[in-house]
Each structure stands twice: as C-alpha cells, then as structure tokens.
C-alpha cells in the first residue's frame, strides 16, 4: 500500500509539473504577443486557457482523493497540501496571461508609440522566478525557495517604476494615454505573476521544512 501511495504521490507531482509548463509557457506566449504585436500568439494564449483550467480542476480532485483515501501525515500531508496551494497559483499565471494577451490585443486599435517601460526585461524576472520557484518544487530546495523570495522585491520595484514613467508619459503627452494605461495593465499583471511564484516558493519552503514563511516581511521586521 505505501508503494502505491508513493506512486500516486509522484504522479500527482508529475502532473503539476505539466501544469507548470503550460503556465509558463502561456506567460511566454502572451509576453512575445506584447514584444512582436503578433496576434496569433495572443490567439494561442486564449486557447490554452481551458486546457490550464480543467488541468487544475484534475489535480485538485487527485489531491483531495488522496488526502480522503490515504490520510497522510507530516511531510507527505505538507506535500499535498502544497500541491494544491501550487495548482492554484499556477491557474492564476494562466490567467495573468490571458489578461496581457487580451490587453494586446486591445492594444493593436491604438498607434504604436515610444513607450518608456521595459516589458520584456520585467516579463524576463517574473518568468524567471516562477521557473526558480518550480525548480525548488522539483528539487526540494528550500535555499533556492528563499532566492526566489529575495527577488520578489525587484519585480515590485520596476512595476513601480513603470507606474512613475508612464504616469509622466501622460501628463506629457496626453495622446498616449490608451497605450500608457495599457502598458501598466501589463505591468502589474506581470508583478501579480511574481507574486505567485514568491507563493509557490513560500509552498516549497513550507512542505519541506514545516515553516510557514508567508508575510515573510513583516515577520522579519
């Protein structure tokens, strides 16, 4: 029986890992759709989005069938339970992704014009947390958890910067308001994406070691 529940274990692993990769590659898609204006991988952003949600409802329904059939404890439970917790921010990278698509696409009504915000460098951090954070889960890295946090702070703090220039775009040249407004929609979208990947880091942390790190910051005040 343990060897069959060791089995299931790691094919409810597996599949979150499937899951992982249709979300980062849906932030991919959605991220080139904003740097090329190509439509078409926008199109491809709104048509996985059923696939990333009936992916998660799938896990969720494997997660609980084991937590009511096996009754698990300690490490094995965390993991469960972590499991979960990652399925659902991975669903909401889905989403922050068909958000940019959309918004692009929006976009494609307006005049291209200079914007001042680099939103392939910050879609580059925030991809790249999530990927860290996955490769945590995968490894049961709890110091590698930890350096994803750590980089949360810089996606808040170009997301901020963002805010600043293109509010002075606007005051500045009024006609650039639609594609302004649009460009901070994406960055704080992409902020959102590093804050669920600081979540799932604060997960791998929590099913390895047992501590609850969340609110990180103001405990370490």
Same mark, same amino acid.
């Given at each position: 029986?343990?060897?069959?529940?060791?089995?299931?274990?790691?094919?409810?692993?597996? /599949?979150?890992?499937?899951?992982?990769?249709?979300?980062?590659?849906?932030?991919?898609?959605?991220?080139?759709?904003?740097?090329?204006?190509?439509?078409?991988?926008?199109?491809?952003?709104?048509?996985?989005?059923?696939?990333?949600?009936?992916?998660?409802?799938?896990?969720?329904?494997?997660?609980?069938?084991?937590?009511?059939?096996?009754?698990?404890?300690?490490?094995?439970?965390?993991?469960?339970?972590?499991?979960? /917790?990652?399925?659902?921010?991975?669903?909401?990278?889905? +989403?922050?992704?068909?958000?940019?698509?959309?918004?692009?696409?929006?976009?494609?009504?307006?005049?291209?014009?200079?914007?001042?915000?680099?939103?392939?460098?910050l879609a580059s951090l925030a991809a790249a947390m999530v990927r860290k954070a996955l490769q945590a889960f995968?490894?049961?890295?709890?110091?590698?958890?930890?350096?994803?946090?750590?980089?949360?702070?810089?996606?808040?703090?170009?997301?901020?910067?963002?805010?600043?220039?293109?509010?002075?775009?606007? /005051?500045?040249?009024?006609?650039?308001?639609?594609?302004?407004?649009?460009?901070?929609?994406?960055?704080?979208?992409?902020?959102?994406?590093?804050?669920?990947?600081?979540?799932?880091?604060?997960?791998?942390?929590?099913?390895?070691?047992?501590?609850?790190?969340?609110?990180?910051?103001?405990?370490? +005040?």
């Amino acid at each position: 029986m343990r060897v069959k529940f060791q089995q299931s274990l790691d094919d409810l692993k597996q /599949r979150l890992l499937v899951m992982a990769g249709m979300a980062e590659q849906a932030i991919q898609r959605a991220t080139e759709s904003y740097t090329t204006r190509d439509m078409g991988a926008c199109e491809l952003v709104l048509l996985a989005e059923p696939a990333i949600n009936r992916m998660e409802r799938e896990i969720d329904q494997a997660a609980m069938d084991l937590l009511a059939m096996e009754q698990p404890m300690a490490v094995d439970l965390r993991f469960i339970l972590a499991v979960i /917790r990652i399925n659902s921010d991975l669903e909401r990278v889905g +989403d922050q992704a068909v958000n940019i698509a959309m918004k692009v696409r929006e976009m494609q009504e307006y005049p291209q014009t200079e914007i001042p915000v680099d939103i392939p460098k910050l879609a580059s951090l925030a991809a790249a947390m999530v990927r860290k954070a996955l490769q945590a889960f995968i490894e049961g890295d709890v110091e590698m958890a930890r350096s994803v946090l750590m980089l949360d702070d810089q996606v808040d703090e170009m997301n901020s910067q963002a805010f600043q220039s293109l509010s002075a775009l606007i /005051r500045e040249k009024p006609e650039t308001t639609p594609q302004a407004l649009s460009t901070l929609i994406i960055s704080r979208n992409l902020e959102r994406v590093g804050d669920h990947a600081t979540n799932i880091a604060e997960d791998v942390i929590f099913w390895v070691s047992g501590a609850d790190v969340r609110h990180y910051a103001s405990l370490s +005040d």
